[in-house]
């Protein structure tokens, strides 16, 4: 399809695993963000990939949250040693990265955190 | 620091009648402006946009105001539907701050018939 997809959609793992969240943007959009909602709040930023540029970071809520983009494309968000609280829905959107352009969403990864 | 504020977490509306959401930014160099719909179990979906050249845009029953002056934006829905329950966000990027996306935390929208 032409929108970002996000895999997989529902992950269960237990305490103290690791887990891998893949998101592919659309073809062609530089910019890539990772979020994530927890249950009843807001849109919390975690990371942001423009292009060549060095990736904004300043939302991941600690060093178990890393992400990567490998050729410009595929992003993976790695969160190790899951915690209760990391249970949430990861949402991916990606966008031209250009002024004045609104980002497209995936439908989201739920984690869920046992 | 939340740079993007939609202090009212929820609202309920009867179908036909105005829906207005509104939207507080504190970081000056943002200029543009977006909102966003959500669904329970979806992803956000690109709704309007506005440029800070702009005080105004409509599209259909959807109508986004700016008042830069007071760092104050609204969307208004017109009239409103029972399909326009949802959760609402907006959203505010800076050519300076390399285009990111910062947006608010929502405002839930239920609209009665």
Redesign the interface.
């Known amino acids: 399809g032409a929108g970002?997809s996000q895999s997989p959609s529902n992950k269960v793992t237990e305490k103290g695993k690791d887990v891998e969240l893949r998101c592919d943007p659309i073809s062609g959009h530089t910019?890539l963000?990772w979020?994530r909602q927890s249950l009843g709040?807001?849109?919390e930023?975690l990371i942001?990939f423009?292009g060549n540029?060095a990736p904004?970071k300043s939302g991941l809520p600690s060093d178990r949250f890393s992400a990567e983009r490998t050729g410009g494309s595929v992003s993976t968000l790695t969160i190790q040693r899951t915690q209760q609280e990391d249970s949430a829905v990861y949402?991916c959107?990606s966008?031209y990265?250009?002024?004045?352009?609104?980002?497209?969403?995936?439908?989201?990864t739920r984690l869920t955190v046992v | 620091d939340q740079q993007v504020k939609?202090n009212s977490p929820s609202l309920s509306v009867q179908e036909g009648r105005i829906s207005i959401l509104n939207c507080d930014y504190t970081n000056s160099m943002f200029?543009?402006f977006?909102w966003?719909k959500k669904y329970p179990?979806?992803?956000?979906?690109?709704l309007i946009?506005i440029?800070s050249i702009k005080d105004k845009n409509e599209d259909g029953r959807f109508t986004v105001f700016l008042n830069k002056s007071a760092k104050h934006l609204s969307l208004h829905i017109v009239p409103s539907q029972p399909g326009d329950s949802a959760v609402y966000?907006c959203a505010a990027?800076a050519?300076g701050g390399?285009?990111?996306?910062?947006?608010?935390?929502?405002t839930q929208l239920k609209v009665e018939l």
């Open positions: 970002v910019a963000y979020y709040q807001g849109l930023f942001y423009q540029s904004d949402l959107a966008s990265g250009s002024a004045n352009t609104e980002a497209f969403f995936g439908q989201g | 939609q200029d543009y977006l966003y179990a979806e992803g956000p979906t690109f946009s440029s966000f990027s050519r390399g285009n990111k996306l910062t947006f608010g935390t929502g």
